[in-house]
T-cell receptor, first 117, second 116 residues
Framework: AQSVTQLDSHVSVSEGTPVLLRCNYS??????LFWYVQHPNKGLQLLLK??????LVKGINGFEAEFKKSETSFHLTKPSAHMSDAAEYFC???????????????FGKGTTLSVSS | NAGVTQTPKFQVLKTGQSMTLQCAQD?????MYWYRQDPGMGLRLIYY???????DKGEVPNGYNVSRLNKREFSLRLESAAPSQTSVYFC???????????????FGEGSRLTVL
């Protein structure tokens, strides 16, 4: 069975400093991996996705993530935080071997990013 | 550009009352989903509908029923609400073939339900 672990429940940074949100996964197969962002009182929005092409994936709003198979990690980074980045971030793994498509996505528990001025 | 629309956005119920959460999407997606979000728990799948006319249980289906009314609409019903069902509920939709490989779900803005 596949699983995903977000290593930090809360990350605080200052505006203009780098962001690192950590995600480890467990998978018996080659996974697809995603990051979603949820701004306060909003639904989730796809930030970026890895689907076995380039291991460094670029997403929206300057975020990127690197798939490292040897470390079973898919950490989300951004060189310089902006106030508008304050949100909750979810790492998601897709179980390509799931028998039913509806159960394919497994969500991490989320990391809340706070950005101070 | 409506995307996925959920109603109501907020609801307070008493234990034992029933209610239906409505969801509609205008992206011609085959698949629709209901998730619940609780603090520190991430999103957990309640029910999903891979295509019009089919529904299947997810991780936490107990206490809920669903109806895929047509391709656009997917409702979630609480027959006898319990305090444990206090949560934020999200409806989502996707292209069935895409969800296994791109994982892109399109979410509504959520329905905040409190059961007293």
């Amino acid at each position: 069975a596949q699983s995903v672990t977000q290593l930090d429940s809360h990350v605080s940074v200052s505006e203009g400093t780098p962001v690192l949100l950590r995600c480890n996964y467990s998978s018996s197969y080659s996974p697809s991996l995603f990051w979603y962002v949820q701004h306060p009182n909003k639904g989730l929005q796809l930030l970026l996705k890895y689907t076995s092409a380039a291991t460094l994936v670029k997403g929206i709003n300057g975020f990127e993530a690197e798939f490292k198979k040897s470390e079973t990690s898919f950490h989300l980074t951004k060189p310089s935080a902006h106030m508008s980045d304050a949100a909750e971030y979810f790492c998601v793994v897709s179980d390509r071997k799931a028998n039913q498509a509806g159960t394919a996505l497994i969500f991490g528990k989320g990391t809340t990013l706070s950005v101070s001025s | 550009n409506a995307g996925v629309t959920q109603t109501p956005k907020f609801q307070v119920l008493k234990t034992g009352q029933s209610m239906t959460l409505q969801c509609a999407q205008d992206m011609n997606h085959n698949s629709m989903y209901w998730y619940r979000q609780d603090p520190g728990m991430g999103l957990r799948l309640i029910y999903y509908s891979a295509s019009e006319g089919t529904t299947d249980k997810g991780e936490v289906p107990n206490g809920y029923n669903v109806s895929r009314l047509n391709k656009r609409e997917f409702s979630l019903r609480l027959e006898s609400a319990a305090p444990s069902q206090t949560s934020v509920y999200f409806c989502a939709s996707s292209d069935l073939r895409a969800v296994d490989h791109t994982g892109e779900l399109f979410f509504g803005e959520g329905s905040r339900l409190t059961v007293l």
